[in-house]
């Protein structure tokens, strides 16, 4: 998947008891470029491509929309309503994912990066 966009930069961090991801020895975040035509296409494949076996997520956004990204599951959040955080949030939150993890609307504080 990441052929097919550009990345701008990656930050590697290494793995806390906090993350509660034990079987991983190191984060990585790429910041990548996704053209605007293409995003719907890129989320489709990224909620494809995502780990069967652990409960993941990726996300990206432009001016208009914030994509948040579950295996088999498209959260398009209209940056307009923040409200729609929630139901992409709570959904993360079902998976297994720690909450402060799922920090996606402007107003989360709880995981500072």
């Known amino acids: 998947m990441l052929k097919n966009v550009v990345i701008v930069d990656t930050k590697v961090e290494a793995v806390m008891e906090e993350h509660k991801t034990p079987w991983l020895k190191q ?7 996704v053209v605007e035509q293409a995003a719907d296409a890129v989320a489709q494949k990224l909620s494809e491509d995502l780990e069967k076996e652990h409960s993941w997520y990726a996300d990206f956004k432009n001016d208009k929309f914030h994509y948040i990204i579950y295996r088999g599951k498209i959260f398009k959040v209209d940056l307009h309503n923040h409200m729609l955080y929630k139901d992409a949030k709570q959904y993360g939150i079902t998976l297994g994912i720690p909450e402060y993890q799922v920090d996606f609307a402007p107003d989360d504080k709880i995981w500072e990066r």
Do not use: K, P
Not at 27 to 33: A, G, I, N, Q, R
């Open 27 to 33: 984060w990585t975040l790429h910041t990548v470029e």
